[in-house]
């Protein structure tokens, strides 16, 4: 799964490399994005013809929840069954967007202990997850809310040891299908989730800081122990 990641691109340059318009969020980039919180996502707009960067909240709630409740539970979609799950089937289809970032953490146990370790492409300073998004209507204040899930898949050989599942990665050139700006039927869409390449992976040991959703800063990056792994 992927329950904890970094976005540090300023919105100016999220603008240039994903080719938006309008106007942008208000993000200084963030070190330790956590479930609920919002963060940046790109859509394309099909009225419109245009990309757009908007603040979305991290965890899907359906149109048809009855609360906001659930969300939490929903920050991830399983590529494998993404098209079975009522809860993602129709984002799916009609709501694919995608989520930036600079880097995702993962944990595993190692002498007793929990070890952190930060995962990121090795070929890019930022990258995107598929993602999947909703709107939800406040049955009290009627007010929308915009929600997204990141899809996952099986871990590449890079990173299985710690662990066996890993968000998608896609590269610039899948982003158009993804978006929904070609048409692309389901089934090659399906083809677009598998694991990120084992050799364009790396990733490294970071403290134990960023375990605490409080804690948001630089420092939660920094290589801890041995030298960046790859």
Known sequence: MCGRYAAVTPPQAMEA????????????????????????????????????????????????????????????????SVTEKPTFRQAFARRRCLVPVTAFYEWRVENGAKQAYAIAPAN??????????????????????????????????????????MPVILTPDHWPAWLGETDTDASALL????????????????GPRVGNVRNDDADLLAPQGAATLF
Do not use: C
């Not at 969020?25 to 394309?44: C, M």
């Not at 300073?125 to 990141?150: C, H, M, N, Q």
């Not at 083809?191 to 970071?206: G, Q």
């Open 124 to 165: 890019a300073d930022t990258a995107a997850f598929a993602g999947l998004w909703e709107g939800w209507k406040d049955p009290a204040s009627g007010e929308w809310v915009r929600t997204y899930t990141i899809l996952t898949t099986a871990a590449n050989d890079a990173i299985g040891h710690i662990h066996h599942r």
């Open 191 to 206: 083809d677009l989730l598998r694991p990120y390449p084992a050799n364009e992976t790396r990733f490294w040991a970071v």
């Open 17 to 80: 490399l994903f080719q938006t318009l309008g106007a942008l969020p208000n993000f200084p980039g963030r070190f330790n994005i956590a479930p609920t919180q919002s963060a940046p996502v790109v859509r394309w707009n099909a009225q419109t013809g245009e990309r757009r960067l908007d603040m979305l909240r991290w965890g899907l709630v359906p149109s048809w929840a009855a609360d906001m409740a659930g969300g939490a539970k929903m920050i991830n979609a399983r590529s494998e």
